[in-house]
T-cell receptor
Framework: DTGVSQNPRHKITKRGQNVTFRCDPI?????LYWYRQTLGQGPEFLTY????????KSRLLSDRFSAERPKGSFSTLEIQRTEQGDSAMYLC?????????????FGQGTRLTVV | GNSVTQMEGPVTLSEEAFLTINCTYT??????LFWYVQYPGEGLQLLLK?????DKGSNKGFEATYRKETTSFHLEKGSVQVSDSAVYFC????????????FGKGTKLTVNP
């Protein structure tokens, strides 16, 4: 296993278009998180899955954002009708539930630019 | 709600200098505390962590001690190297529930030879 994988690494889109990002977590990890990071800021939590269940969503996650993890493995984050304010790095992280090591491992992120 | 405040950068040091990056937190209960590092062009990596008061996390010569009385988790290294140049993030998570991370804004460190 090579760690958390995110695709694409970069995405440029026109305002108003829809975009979808994919995250493949470490295979045995049942927890998956999405964060958003803007320039000069730390990552901010967006949403959390435990297996296929989306258990927590931040107020930052507007109605234009939706995330899924249909089989408890990979996850997708879709942004509809993108706005310039959506430009950011979108980070995915995964971790194991329980056990002695619950460290969150991060992917390299998808950088979204809305023009 | 929970929050983390860390020293704003950028910080520029010469090789072998002593490093301190301050971090304080506000939280209900007793969170776990972390330092993450982001090297240029790479993803966030866990540097060290502490899960209870007076615990000291350490890794790669970096140390931080969980101080409940001052709600702090300052990062220190006795002698920095050029390869330590990166952005450092202090973070906390509540135990139980989602254990989502709350991050500070990050401190960019540049070490010159």
């Amino acid at each position: 296993d090579t760690g958390v994988s995110q695709n694409p690494r970069h995405k440029i889109t026109k305002r108003g278009q829809n975009v979808t990002f994919r995250c493949d977590p470490i295979s045995e990890h049942n927890r998956l998180y999405w964060y958003r990071q803007t320039l000069g800021q730390g990552p901010e939590f967006l949403t959390y899955f435990q297996n296929e269940a989306q258990l927590e969503k931040s107020r930052l996650l507007s109605d234009r954002f939706s995330a899924e993890r249909p089989k408890g493995s990979f996850s997708t984050l879709e942004i509809q009708r993108t706005e310039q304010g959506d430009s950011a790095m979108y980070l995915c992280a995964s971790s194991a539930l329980g056990g002695t090591n619950t460290e969150a491992f991060f992917g390299q992120g998808t950088r979204l630019t809305v023009v | 709600g929970n929050s983390v405040t860390q020293m704003e950068g950028p910080v520029t040091l010469s090789e072998e200098a002593f490093l301190t990056i301050n971090c304080t937190y506000t939280a209900t209960g007793y969170p776990s505390l972390f330092w993450y590092v982001q090297y240029p062009g790479e993803g966030l990596q866990l540097l060290l962590k502490a899960t209870k008061a007076d615990d000291k996390g350490s890794n790669k010569g970096f140390e931080a001690t969980y101080r409940k009385e001052t709600t702090s988790f300052h990062l220190e290294k006795g002698s920095v190297q050029v390869s330590d140049s990166a952005v450092y993030f202090c973070a906390l998570s509540d135990r139980g529930g989602s254990e989502k991370l709350v991050f500070g804004k990050g401190t960019k460190l540049t070490v010159n030879p």
